[in-house]
C-alpha cells in the first residue's frame, strides 16, 4: 500500500483501489479480445458507475451531518460544504449520465458481434457440402 494511504480510512483505500483496477481495464482495451468482450465489460462498467454514484451522494450526506462542516456556533453548513456537496451531487449525476450510456454500447457491441462472421463466440455451423 503507497505510504499516502497508510492512515488514510477505507474511503481513500477503496478508490486507490478502484484506480488500479481501472489501470487493468486500460492495459486490456486494446487487446485482440477486447471486443467479443465488450457486452461483458460494459455490463461490469455500468454496475461499478452505479456505486461510484451512489457513492458520491453518500459522501454528499456524510459532508451534511460532518460535524466539522457546520458554521460556527450555527446548525447550517459553511459555505464550503455546500460547495463540497453540490460538487459531490453533481458528480453523482455526471456518473449516472455515464451509466446511462453503458445499455446502449452493450447494444451496439451485441450487434456488431451477431453480424460478424469471424467472431470467435459465434458458434460456427457445419457445412452440408460434404454430407451424403
Not at 474511503?11 to 486507490?16: D, E, Q, T, W
Amino acid at each position: 500500500m503507497p505510504l499516502s494511504l497508510r492512515n488514510h480510512p477505507a474511503l481513500a483505500i477503496g478508490a486507490h483501489q478502484l484506480q488500479r483496477a481501472a489501470g487493468g481495464v486500460l492495459r486490456n482495451a486494446s487487446s485482440p479480445d477486447a471486443v467479443p468482450a465488450l457486452p461483458v465489460a460494459l455490463a461490469h462498467l455500468e454496475e461499478a458507475l452505479d456505486r461510484l454514484s451512489t457513492s458520491m451522494v453518500k459522501a454528499a450526506q456524510a459532508v451534511e451531518d460532518w460535524p466539522g462542516a457546520a458554521e460556527t456556533d450555527a446548525p447550517t453548513l459553511s459555505s464550503d460544504a455546500r460547495a463540497l456537496r453540490w460538487h459531490l451531487y453533481h458528480l453523482a449525476t455526471r456518473l449516472r449520465g455515464a451509466e446511462g450510456a453503458c445499455p446502449d454500447a452493450r447494444r451496439w457491441a451485441r450487434q456488431l458481434l451477431d453480424g460478424a462472421s469471424d467472431n470467435p463466440l459465434t458458434p460456427v455451423m457445419p457445412s452440408r457440402e460434404g454430407a451424403v
